[in-house]
Structure formats: C-alpha cells, structure tokens
C-alpha cells in the first residue's frame, strides 16, 4: 500500500515538473524571440546613426586627410618636377588637410548642427575632437617626429604655422575678426557668433551678438574659454614638433641634422610670439593683480 501512494506520488510530482516546463516554454520562447530582435533594434541603431549628416560629413573629412597625409608619407622626398621645389610641392599635398582642418570642418559644424542654442556649440566641438584634436594634430606630431627624410619633416613644421595662421582668420577655431580690448576680460569683448560659431567676419561690435542675458553671458565666457584651450593645444604640439626637430642625433647623416635643425629652430622661433600672447591673455584673465604687474612689461612688449 505504501509502495503505491508512493509511485503514485511520484507519478504527481513527475506530472507537476511536465506542466511546470509546458508553463515556461512559452516563456523561453518569448524571451528567444526578444534575443533574435536584439540585433535587428541595434542594427537600425547604427542606420540611424550613419545616416546622420554630421556623422557622414565627419567620416568624409577625416578620410580625406587620412588620404593626403599616406600621399606625403609615400612622397620620396625629391621634387617631381623641375617648376616646383620640393618643399612647395609637399606644401601643396598638404594643403587639403589645412583645408579640412581650418575652414571646412567649422564650416560643416554650422551646416548640420542640430535644432537649440547649444546646437552649434556641440557639433563644432565634435568636429574639432575628432578632425583636429584626434586626427591632424597627432598624425602631424608623429609625422615630425619619425619621418627620416628632411624635407618631409621640414613641411610637417611648416604646415602648423601655416595651420596656425588659418586658424586665425574668419570663420575658423581662433577667429579674431574682432579683437578684444588689452584692459579687461577678453571674453567681455567676444561676440558670440564669432570663430566657428558664425559668419566670424564682423567688423565691429554688434549688439544682434552682445551678451545681454546671464545665459548668453555664460555661453560667451564658455566659447572664450573653449578658444583659449584650443590655441593652447595648437600650440603644444607646434611646439613640441619644433623642439623635437632640434634634438641632437635626430638622423645619422650631419648633412639631414643640419637641415632639419634649422627649420626645427625656425619653427620653433616662430611659436614664440603665439605662445607668450597666449600666457599673456591667461594671466589678464586670472584676476591676478601681482601677476599683471609683473609682467605687464611682457604684455606690452608681445601686444606689439
């Protein structure tokens, strides 16, 4: 009797397993169903994502100075062609990363920026991050730094005075179309449109970008400081291709030291009016009074 009510027992229990598991199949079934739709939600992700045209605009750029810069690293280093020397042949295969780095990347930035107030302001700082920061400013370092034929690495020191210098006219990063006055806040005389965020080629004062409100007053202070901080990493690494180019024993030959050296000191001669205008506008704007007096000699030197 008790072996019985025990298979009988075992026969409920194996019957309440089977309906347990019946319950759970369409479970499993659900959640296979949300797995197999998993890669299919991120895959239209990733179509949204590329169909953004800032993001395909991006990828156009940056290949377009990934390309220019192989042609100059495949260049031998000799002039083709006996109407150009080989360093205005180099400048000119260079010429499209300046280019894209200096004036079409801020262009694209203001073209497809998304809809608010911030919308310039973060896609002119995607553009810069990823064309500038990420891409020319390193490949241009490491291209001073490794290449072993000395007009090459000549045109790479070249090209950030050349970059630098673009960089300064209207529409671009370092945009002074307007510049501020010597005896305050440099960011109290920044219009807002000014550099990449606008046509950057005001004549004057315009009270249509003055800063009347406490949140254009911090959005204005904000771009100054994004400015400052951009022409600080131009110049760092203008300045340490320079200084890297005059280190003794950078080539076997005396013949390709001896070249290199110069343009690296030349290079690195010119950096230095940049630099010390850029020390001085930081220490204008750090309410240090010491400081300003101190080197108020400085500034009025380098103020020219």
Known sequence: MMQRNSSGRRRDAQKQIEDSYQQQEPIQDELSDDDNAAPDMQSEADVTEKEDPLVLALEDLMGRVVTAIDDVKRHPGVRSSERMAVHDEL??????????????????????????PDGTEASCDEVYDRVVSD?????????????TIPAKRAASLEFFHNFWAECH???????TSVKG????HYYQHFPLNLGPYGSGSLGGHSSATAATTPALRSQQKRRVQKRTAHEGE???????????????????????????????VIAASASLRPTLRHICRKIQDADDRGAAKLYRPCMKMVAG
């Open 91 to 116: 400048a000119t295969m260079l010429r499209p990363v300046l280019e894209v780095a200096a004036h079409t990347g801020p262009s694209i930035a203001r073209t497809y920026c998304s809809a608010g």
């Open 181 to 184: 006055s010597m005896g305050g």
């Open 234 to 264: 131009i110049l760092r690494y203008w300045i340490e291709a320079s200084t890297y180019c005059t280190v003794p024993g950078v080539f076997t030959s005396n013949v390709s030291e001896d070249a290199v050296s110069s343009r690296g």
């Open 169 to 175: 006219k209207a529409g671009s990063w370092l945009d």
């Open 135 to 147: 891409l020319v400013l390193p490949e241009m370092l490491e291209f001073a730094q490794s290449d």
